[in-house]
């Protein structure tokens, strides 16, 4: 392959006590590509990508990014790099409007005499801009987001993930919580995504979405790989074997 | 994407925040309309000089109270302790100028003890890991509280610097001469002031900002890499500070720091922050709704004084305007969720 893997990662393992929750896990993604991550509860799923993310360092394993090896300390270490998540509950400040969401932690701001404030109109231009280009549609930019709908609160948490130059966006169960219609939007975004260059790991239970959607379907069982299958053409029985068979 | 045309055309401004605004325009009306009365009532006393500026001034301590006390309800939490660290700084200051010191050392003592006392509130709340900002500034409010009997043998301290009388009881004459002079007193200056800035800081600032956030979803504050620990403490020392300024103004305008001023004053901030529109469970308030709050109590103390109504139904009615605040919001906050 020329160019190299977005993230690769090499023989994870995790122990918590005499727990092993991850067993030399191999996990890659490449460009553009999404992949599925699916598995049992406690299968190893979220471990994994916390140790993606920074939140938990490995007891064995690399983790390259883009061709070089990297170390996270923290969760701001990995954002740095591009990599994001749109947690499950999706962290939006639901008092807030959709433009002080996408920046929150971010903001652009302007001098004015000894302050620093807010530079409301550049923000809510660049939020205009990127939820275009996503093809996001809300009913308005300056409703708190707890007066949208589940779907739209979704686009927006994952518009915030990818809204400062994203090159990995982990989605933990972005379809869990919707209705079919939205559900589908959700993904129509995650394609938009994918064709934008960026890579996404879709975590998911609800298989039928991620055989849809995903280049790539991991399957983790018990703190290991039980396989990985093609997102196309695969059968989702051969997926929930993997997911519920006893390891080969 | 589709958004409307007028938020198309001016950034920034939007129907949502001017329908915002409107909304809050009922606790101006509120206020129109008990000005309205009191005149119709009481035409001799109420809209005079002395009158309109007497009730200015007694509500500066309270308000300066209240705005400290929102920057705190914003993140969902609660000062206790404002009265006592009030009480607190008041007899600091007399202690400092009766010691000699300058007015504007024994001055910036009485704010710099305010703030660190909130300081101490805030890093028992995030350090000590206490369970709710209630049972810190419980304890605030108690220790505070002897700390001042302590210090002032438990008796009034009378007679302080003239600046500071200054503060607390003096008018500024505006446009002195003309048929448009103006008495207006300088703790209200003060006031305005600062509710100015305090509505800029919670508005314009990211920090402000991330303290609407914290209090909305402290979650989504913490996975935006916002230091929530120290966003807390600089709320808890900033609503001190606030605090020891009002210890400030009441001093000046009785010229006296007693023991037991500010008795029961956090719970005046706390319904001036309700009445204004502000959320318990946090992220939901504005500097100027506040405000307003805080008038709507001076107003209602003052009217009910003028028409020789007892302190004790005077408290009846704070008690019923709370109420009724309360349950307004919850009506709109009902009848926003019906809409589509």
């Given amino acids: 392959m020329s160019e190299p893997a977005r993230v690769e990662m090499r023989g994870i393992t995790k122990r918590f006590g005499p727990v092993v929750a991850l067993q030399s896990v191999d996990f890659s993604v490449q460009p553009g590509e999404v992949v599925g991550l699916v598995g049992d509860n406690g299968a190893g799923k979220s471990t994994l990508m916390k140790i993606l993310t920074g939140v938990y360092r490995p007891d064995g394993g690399e983790i390259w990014f883009e061709g070089r090896r990297v170390h996270f300390a923290s969760p701001l270490d990995s954002r740095r790099l591009g990599i994001e998540m749109v947690y499950q509950d999706l962290g939006l400040a639901e008092n807030l409007d959709t433009v002080a969401n996408l920046f929150l932690g971010r903001e652009l701001t302007r001098r004015v005499g000894l302050w620093r404030l807010l530079d409301e109109p550049a923000m809510e231009r660049r939020a205009l801009e990127h939820l275009e280009g996503l093809r996001v549609e809300l009913p308005s930019l300056r409703l708190a987001v707890e007066r949208l709908s589940g779907g739209q609160r979704q686009a927006v948490a994952i518009a915030r993930a990818t809204a400062f130059a994203a090159k990995l966006v982990i989605m933990d169960e972005p379809t869990a919580s919707l209705a079919v219609a939205e559900a589908g939007k959700v993904l129509e975004l995650i394609r938009r995504l994918r064709s934008q260059g960026v890579s996404v790991v879709l975590i998911s239970h609800r298989l039928q979405d991620v055989l849809e959607v995903a280049d790539r379907v991991a399957v983790l069982n018990r703190g290991r790989v039980a396989g990985v299958l093609p997102g196309h053409g695969t059968r989702l029985e051969d997926v929930v074997a993997l997911i519920v068979g006893g390891l080969a | ?340």
């Fill in chain 2, 1 to 340: 994407m589709r958004v409307e045309a007028a938020e198309r055309a001016a950034p920034g401004v939007g129907w949502d925040r001017l329908r915002a605004a409107l909304a809050r325009m009922d606790l101006l009306l509120v206020v129109l309309l008990m000005m309205a009365v009191l005149t119709a009532l009481q035409p001799q006393f109420f809209l005079t000089r002395e009158n309109l500026t007497n009730v200015a001034r007694q509500i500066a301590s309270n308000a300066v109270l209240a705005l400290g006390q929102l920057l705190v309800v914003v993140t969902a939490g609660i000062d206790l302790s404002v009265g006592s660290v009030m009480g607190l700084c008041m007899t600091i200051l007399a202690l400092a100028t009766k010691a000699g010191w300058p007015a504007l050392a024994s001055l910036a003592a009485a704010v710099a003890l305010g703030a660190a006392v909130g300081a101490a509130n805030g890093l028992a709340l995030t350090r000590l890991h206490l369970p709710h900002p209630f049972i810190a500034t419980l304890a605030t409010l108690n220790v505070a509280r002897g700390a001042t009997y302590l210090l002032s043998g438990g008796v009034p301290i009378s007679g302080l610097s003239p600046e500071v009388r200054w503060l607390g009881s003096a008018d500024l004459l505006l446009f002195p001469g003309t048929p448009l002079e103006t008495a207006i007193p300088v703790s209200f200056l003060v006031v305005i002031g600062l509710y100015l800035t305090g509505a800029v800081f919670l508005r314009r600032t990211p920090t402000g900002r991330h303290l609407y956030a914290l209090g909305g979803n402290p979650r989504a504050a913490q996975y935006a890499g916002i230091h929530t620990a120290r966003m807390l403490v600089l709320v808890y020392a900033l609503c001190g500070t606030l605090a020891g300024v009002a210890g400030v103004l009441l001093a000046g305008r009785v010229n006296s720091a007693y023991p037991t001023a500010g008795i029961g004053a956090e719970l005046d901030s706390i319904a001036a922050v309700i009445i204004g529109g502000a959320s318990f469970f946090g992220g939901r308030g504005s500097a100027g709704g506040v405000f307003l709050g805080a008038v709507i109590m001076g107003l209602l103390r003052n009217g009910l004084n003028l028409m020789n109504v007892s302190v004790f139904w005077q408290q009846v009615f704070i008690g019923l305007i709370i109420l009724l605040a309360v349950y307004v919001d919850v009506l709109r906050r009902r009848a926003a969720q019906v809409e589509p």
